[in-house]
T-cell receptor
Framework: ETGVTQTPRHLVMGMTNKKSLKCEQH?????MYWYKQSAKKPLELMFV???????ENNSVPSRFSPECPNSSHLFLHLHTLQPEDSALYLC???????????????FGPGTRLTVT | GDSVTQMEGPVTLSEEAFLTINCTYT??????LFWYVQYPGEGLQLLLK?????DKGSNKGFEATYRKETTSFHLEKGSVQVSDSAVYFC???????????FGQGTRLTINP
């Protein structure tokens, strides 16, 4: 039980579709993250939200749109994706570092996305 | 900038062998260090951590010691099992920074 859940676990979508990935954390954390994990590439940090404000956006294409309505929920809205966007999308959460914590992140199981 | 370098994989061992996966880091501040494990079809799980020099993190028979003098955090286990087959990631965080820096991952396969 990681305390971070993601839905759906698998998603197949066409390039013209619009879909959303959902992440929910039950750990009382106040920072959340989206990562992209592609085969044979390092883990890529996409977005960081702290206290529901986006604090980092690592040059991610606009076809990916994050939303963080509260500290427990994080969405990734997808539209007009490309086949190279096929990957495992991981959500994570942590306590907002204030100089006191060791800042580990807790990950969900991921959504395996295939763009056809 | 901050970075983490892990030994290249894949690593293949026989059951009950001794395991070492090397990890070295470069950091401008005083990082905390982590090992994460990813089993097939799953997300990353925190395996162990160390927050200051000479700390030893341990869990499930795995150990790693924070060596500031060599900027290393090598993962070790005395006797591996088939169930340890997974991808292992070394990572660091700088106090006050809001992200982890990951190594590229090392795939470990244990044969019976």
């Amino acid at each position: 039980e990681t305390g971070v859940t993601q839905t759906p676990r698998h998603l197949v979508m066409g390039m013209t579709n619009k879909k959303s990935l959902k992440c929910e954390q039950h750990l009382g954390h106040n920072a959340m993250y989206w990562y992209k994990q592609s085969a044979k590439k390092p883990l890529e940090l996409m977005f960081v939200y702290s206290l529901e404000e986006r604090v980092e956006n690592n040059s991610v294409p606009s076809r990916f749109s994050p939303e963080c309505p509260n500290s427990s929920h994080l969405f990734l809205h997808l539209h007009t994706l490309q086949p190279e966007d096929s990957a495992l999308y991981l959500c994570a959460s942590s306590q907002d570092p204030s100089g006191r914590s060791s800042y580990e992140q807790y990950f969900g199981p991921g959504t395996r996305l295939t763009v056809t | 900038g901050d970075s983490v370098t892990q030994m290249e994989g894949p690593v293949t061992l026989s059951e009950e062998a001794f395991l070492t996966i090397n990890c070295t880091y470069t950091a401008t501040g005083y990082p905390s260090l982590f090992w994460y494990v990813q089993y097939p079809g799953e997300g990353l799980q925190l395996l162990l951590k160390a927050t200051k020099a000479d700390d030893k993190g341990s869990n499930k028979g795995f150990e790693a010691t924070y060596r500031k003098e060599t900027t290393s955090f090598h993962l070790e286990k005395g006797s591996v099992q088939v169930s340890d087959s997974a991808v292992y990631f070394c990572a660091l965080s700088i106090r006050g920074a809001q992200k982890l820096v990951f190594g590229q991952g090392t795939r470990l396969t244990i044969n019976p």
